[in-house]
């Protein structure tokens, strides 16, 4: 879903905007996502944020005042055709709910109740597939590649129906290489092998993709991050009596030899994103990583120093990391476009997406069987699978659309490719992969490259 503005009166009047982020900012400040350039319009003025759980836009009044329908308001749940004004006399709008195609929306509560009233008749495990499967086609959920929000939420839902998670939020994933069987990894093989046999026939006529698949791929990097929550006490916050531990991958290239890595907030600050840790935080528990690390190919995993992380204050969710110099001495550094520009046509994508389980696909049969016995954590199949020159990251090619602040292509990607580079069919990254959109097959989206440029040094 997602919310549509005819402007009515102020500078854009007679435009009607169809904005493809969850958050809407509004504003005088020209890196608002709806900029009003107008005396009446605060620079933070108001903002819209589309909420999942309950399948509707919410409006929130911030430095301006805000009239909806004539009346003044703080927050509202905005209806179609509400009309707002940003300010006494200032640009008014007629708000809208775009719907894609193929989009649904049933609300969280919605899936509970229904899930409870299956759970009633027909027990348990009847319940958790209507549930599940309400889920995956009845909620329009915008993802963070190269983090299992889902996974998230479906380890809370399982939580409220065991009746033991209420309070103490808690996700887990596969996390060692003999959790993925041996038909999940042969069926992304085969996938693969398809994907990279299209790739070689199309680089011989196109000199770009010819230079992504030879050298640029190699300037991509595995994200690894496994992260705890150290309490107010010092100690480790512990859930059945072991430390919680939260373990992803995501995506991220070399910009400079000074080291400096892009990928997305997500990604190097993954807690940030994640709600049902946010009460834990805010009464002081403090995240902090164990293990942090890029592996690009050919190279052995490198240590992230966490403080050399910088992120932006706003919404794009791009962010800038720093290894030492000498470790990436060997790794090109990627071609960033230096404008934005509307009239590229082709879009590559480059990264990590499936993360272990793709890796496990591309690596020599007999090192993965070997990993599998030994029940390999995700660090050591990574290490061992670096070890083995055997980390490459997967590209795919679609059609691109840019926009000032967000670039959309229909080039396959998924969680694990967060933070990886889009490239353009001249050779220059254009923006950086960050979300899918679930319910709209084949749109996914990337910020601006231009984003991720203003955090590098001067």
């Known amino acids: 879903m997602r919310a549509q503005l005819l402007h009515l009166s102020g500078p854009g009047r007679g435009r009607t905007v169809t904005y493809a982020v969850p958050r809407v900012t509004i504003g005088s400040d020209p890196t608002s996502t709806a900029y009003l350039r107008d005396p009446n319009v605060a620079i933070e003025h108001a903002r819209i944020d589309w909420e999942q759980d309950a399948c509707v836009f919410h409006l929130h009044a911030l430095e301006g005042e805000v009239f909806v329908n004539g009346n003044q308001v703080r927050e509202?749940?905005?209806?179609?055709?509400?009309?707002?004004?940003?300010?006494?006399?200032?640009?008014?709008?007629?708000?809208?709910?775009?719907?894609?195609?193929?989009a649904v929306c049933k609300p969280v509560r919605r899936m509970l109740a229904d899930a409870r009233a299956v759970a009633r008749?027909?027990?348990?495990?009847?319940?958790?597939?209507?549930?599940?499967?309400?889920?995956?086609?009845?909620?329009?959920?915008?993802?963070?590649?190269?983090?299992?929000?889902?996974?998230?939420?479906?380890?809370?839902?399982?939580?409220?129906f065991g009746g033991w998670l209420s309070s103490r939020p808690y996700f887990e994933a596969r996390h060692t290489a003999d959790e993925y069987t041996r038909a999940e990894i042969d069926e992304l093989r085969e996938?693969?092998?398809?994907?990279?046999?299209?790739?070689e026939s199309l680089a011989r006529g196109n000199a770009t993709l010819k230079r992504v698949r030879e050298e640029w791929r190699k300037g991509v990097c595995l994200v690894h991050g496994v992260y705890r929550l150290r309490q107010p006490d010092k100690t480790w916050w512990l859930l059945g009596g072991k430390p919680f531990e939260a373990e992803y991958t995501g995506s991220g290239f070399l910009v400079s030899r000074a080291g400096h890595i892009v990928t997305n907030r997500h990604v190097a600050v993954p807690w940030s994103e994640v709600g049902p840790l946010q009460p834990l935080i805010a009464q002081g528990y403090v995240p902090e990583f164990v293990r942090f690390t890029v592996t690009f190919p050919g190279l052995p995993a490198i240590t992230v120093p966490p403080e050399s992380v910088k992120t932006r204050t706003d919404d794009q969710d791009v962010a800038v990391l720093q290894v030492a110099a000498e470790a990436v001495t060997a790794v090109p550094v990627l071609p960033l476009a230096t404008e934005t520009r509307n009239d590229y046509e082709r879009a590559i994508v480059v990264g990590y997406p499936t993360g272990l389980a793709a890796l496990l696909a591309r690596a020599d049969t007999a090192l993965v069987e070997r990993l599998q016995q030994k029940h390999a954590s995700m660090a050591v199949a990574i290490d061992e699978l670096?070890?083995?020159g055997q980390i490459q990251p997967v590209i795919t090619r679609g059609s691109v659309t840019v926009e000032e602040r967000l670039v959309t292509y229909d080039a396959a990607t998924t969680h694990g490719g967060s933070g990886g580079p889009v490239f353009s069919g001249t050779g220059e990254v254009i923006a950086v992969n960050f979300a899918i959109q679930k319910g709209f097959h084949g749109l996914n989206y990337g910020v601006p490259?231009?984003?991720?440029?203003?955090?590098?040094?001067?």
């Open 76 to 102: 509202v749940i905005l209806q179609d055709e509400d009309e707002i004004e940003f300010g006494v006399d200032g640009p008014r709008a007629r708000f809208r709910t775009y719907v894609p195609q193929g």
């Open 121 to 160: 008749e027909s027990g348990g495990r009847a319940a958790t597939e209507t549930l599940t499967r309400d889920l995956f086609t009845q909620a329009t959920l915008t993802l963070k590649v190269g983090f299992p929000i889902l996974v998230i939420a479906l380890a809370l839902l399982a939580g409220w």
């Open 191 to 199: 996938w693969q092998q398809a994907r990279e046999a299209t790739l």
């Open 386 to 388: 670096a070890a083995a």
């Open 449 to 458: 490259v231009q984003f991720a440029r203003e955090l590098l040094p001067r």
